[in-house]
C-alpha cells in the first residue's frame, strides 16, 4: 500500500466502450476521478467520467496532455497502437504491462507463451501463405478455424474450414494478414476464468462462469459453471500462474474450453472481460472494482460469490425488451448509453440473481 | 410506460453532492446521462456526471439552460430556494413534486400533513415566541428538543431543553427562526423506511432499516431491523399512505421511532436517504435506480432483499480507515471523492453483507 492511488486522484482509461463505463463506475466507488482518452465521439464511458479526450491515438499532443492529466494509465481493449504505448508508459504507468499486451494481441505470441508455461491449447500452425495452409490442414486436419494472428473480436477475422475445399475462402477472407490455423476441440463447453493480480502480487481468481455464444458473440454466462471440483481448482491455478508469469497487474480474463480430459486455454484478455459482468451482481467487490483496486495499489477484494448468477448479454434489438426485462423479479439491468441499436453491437446485460449461496 | 424516458435521455438533479453522484451512477445503469446544478465547485457528482452547471440558484439565465438541456428534474436534497422552483417547473417536469417539498421543508406543516393523515408524531407545539416556548414546555414538560421549523439536517438548528431553565439559551440558538417544541419520545429504536413511488401510482417498499445515531448524524443501518411482523407490515402501509396522499413520483425516506405501542414518524425526506444506501449491496435495484426509474416513468424495479446487510457511515476522519475496510471480507465500499475531510462531514459509507436470505 506504499504508493497507492488516494481519493481524488485520477485513473486514465484508454478507450471509451461499454468497459471504460463500468470501470469509471467502479473507480468512482473508491473516490476516484477518471479521464477516458477514446477517437469516437460520445463514447459510453463519457457519460460517467471526469474528463474526456477526443482524439485519434496518432495525435502526440493529446497523449501527452492525457498522460499529464492522470496519475496511472489503464485500457479497457487490447489494440491499443504501439507508437500510443511508447509515448505514454515513459510519461505515466501503464497497467497491465506491455508484455500482457503484446501477448495478448497475437495469437501466435499468446500460444506459444501458454505452452511455454505447460498450459494446453487447441492443436495450431502458423499461416503466412497458401502453401502453409495447405500443410496445417494436412497436419490438423478439419474441421479446423483460420484466424488472423490479430485484431481478432468477437468473431471477427476468422473463418471456418469444415473440408479441405474451403481453404481457398478461408485464406481469402484474411485478406493478406498473417493467420493461425486451429483445430476443433471436442469439448463440451466453454467457462472463463476472471482472474486479478495486484501490485503486490497477491492474485485473487473469481469462481468460474459458463459461457454460451451465439454468432460468435458472448450470449449468456452462468455461474457456478459446470466443473468437477478438481476441475475447478486446476482452473483457477492456471488462470494464477499466467499472471504471475506476465507480472501481471490489473484483471485478466482466461476463457477454457472444458473437455473430459483437460482445460484448454482458448484465449487471454489483459482486462476486465464481459465473462465477468455477472460480478457486479454476485460479489461484494465486482471485476471493475477489481481491476481498479489493482491498478491503484490497493488491495485486492473479496471476489467471493454469494449468489449464483445469470449474465445475459443484450445485443442489437434485444434492447426492445427492456421494458420487459424492468419488470423482472431478482433482475439487474445494465445499459451502455448506445443510441444506436445495431446488429451484433452489445447494448447493455442484465444479471439474474438466480438464489443465494448458502454459508456464503 | 406511454412517455417513459429512453436510454440516452438526460435527467437533471439539483444538487450535487453524494445523494447526486450515486443517483448519476444509477442512471448510467438504466443508459440515461445526468445533468448537475451545483453552486458549489468541484461537487462529487460531477465526476459521474455528462454534465455540470456551477452557478447559484438566483441565476435565472443558467437554471433555463439546465431546463432546456434535460428531459426531467429531480434534486437530491429538499431546501431548494423556492424561486428556482418556480422558474423549473414552468420549463420541465419536476418529481417528486411542490407539495412534497413544502411539506417536508417545514417541520409544522409535515407535522400537520402527518396528523391529517392519522399518523402518530412526537407532541409538539409551534413556537415562534419567548411567550410561545413556556407555554409549550408548560404543556409538553422537559425532556424536549426545540427545532426551527426549516432548513434543519444532521442536527443542526436544534437545542435540547433537559429542563424548563434551558429555555433561554434554546430560543437563542434558534436565531429568530420560527421553531417547534418537540417533546422526548421513550422510544426503543428508530427505523427507516425507503418507499418509491412510481410515475403510474404503483408503490414499492423496500425493507425497513434500524438506524444508530452519533452527535446527531447517522452512523449505522441495519437490516432486518428489531420490529414484530406488525409493525413491519404498519411501516410498509403507512409509507405507502404517504406516497398516496402527497402523489408522490420518487423515493422518498421516511424515520419511525418505534415504541411498544406505537410507530410515530419523526420525520420525511422527499429523496433518496442515507439510512437507504444499504440496498446498494442488498437487492438487485437500489434506492438511486428506483428514484431513478420513478422519475423516468419506468416501472419500479425489485426492491426485494436477499442479504442481511449492515451500512456504516464513514465520518470526517474514518476515511483513515478505508485501508483496513478495504481487507474486509464481504465489505463494499463507497466513496464520494471529498477532498477534504472535516469533522462531521459524511466521507463515504461500506455495506458489509453479514449473510444471505434464504429463499430470497
Not at 501458454?114 to 497458401?130: C, K, Y
Not at 444479471?351 to 448458502?358: C, K, S, T, Y
Request: proline share 6%; charged share 20%.
Amino acid at each position: 500500500m506504499t504508493d497507492r492511488l488516494h481519493p481524488g486522484a485520477t485513473i486514465g482509461i484508454l478507450g471509451g466502450g461499454q468497459l471504460g463505463r463500468m470501470l469509471s463506475v467502479a473507480a468512482s466507488r473508491l473516490g476516484f476521478r477518471t479521464h477516458v482518452f477514446e477517437p469516437g465521439a460520445n463514447p459510453p464511458a463519457a457519460d460517467v467520467a471526469h474528463a474526456v479526450t477526443t482524439a485519434p491515438y496518432e495525435d502526440e499532443a493529446a497523449l501527452r496532455a492525457f498522460a499529464a492529466a492522470v496519475d496511472v494509465i489503464t485500457y479497457e481493449f487490447e489494440n491499443i497502437p504501439t507508437s500510443a504505448l511508447d509515448l505514454l508508459e515513459a510519461l505515466k504507468p501503464i497497467h497491465p504491462n506491455r508484455r500482457a499486451l503484446a501477448v495478448s494481441q497475437d495469437r501466435l505470441e499468446e500460444k506459444g507463451f501458454l505452452t511455454g508455461l505447460g498450459l494446453s491449447v487447441a492443436p495450431f500452425r502458423p499461416v503466412a501463405t497458401r502453401e502453409d495452409l495447405e500443410a496445417a490442414i494436412h497436419g490438423i486436419g478439419t474441421p479446423a478455424i483460420l484466424k488472423t494472428t490479430r485484431l481478432g473480436y468477437d468473431g471477427k477475422g476468422q473463418a471456418r474450414i469444415m473440408e479441405p475445399d474451403d481453404a481457398a475462402e478461408a485464406f481469402a477472407a484474411m485478406g493478406g494478414q498473417p493467420a493461425v490455423l486451429e483445430g476443433f476441440v471436442r469439448f463440451t463447453h466453454e467457462v472463463s476464468v476472471i482472474a486479478a493480480r495486484g501490485r503486490d502480487g497477491s492474485v485473487a481468481v473469481y469462481e468460474p462462469g459458463e459461457n454460451v455464444h451465439l454468432s460468435g458473440i458472448l450470449h449468456t454466462t452462468t455461474v457456478p459453471a459446470r466443473l468437477t471440483a478438481s476441475q475447478r481448482t486446476d482452473a483457477v491455478l492456471l488462470a494464477g500462474r499466467i499472471l504471475n508469469a506476465l507480472d501481471y497487474v490489473g484483471v485478466m480474463g482466461v476463457e477454457l474450453f472444458v473437455t473430459p480430459e483437460a482445460l484448454l486455454v482458448n484465449e487471454i484478455a489483459p482486462r476486465v472481460h464481459n465473462s465477468g459482468h455477472w460480478t457486479q451482481n454476485g460479489c461484494a467487490v465486482d471485476q471493475f472494482e477489481q481491476h481498479i483496486r489493482a491498478v491503484a495499489g490497493w488491495p485486492l477484494g473479496d471476489g467471493s460469490r454469494f449468489a449464483d448468477v445469470e449474465m445475459e448479454n443484450l445485443i442489437g434489438h434485444d434492447v426492445a425488451r427492456v421494458p420487459a426485462l424492468a419488470l423482472e423479479r431478482n433482475t439487474a439491468i445494465h445499459l451502455y448509453g448506445k443510441a444506436e441499436a445495431r446488429p451484433g453491437r452489445k447494448m447493455g446485460h442484465v444479471n439474474r440473481i438466480l438464489r443465494p449461496v448458502a454459508g456464503a
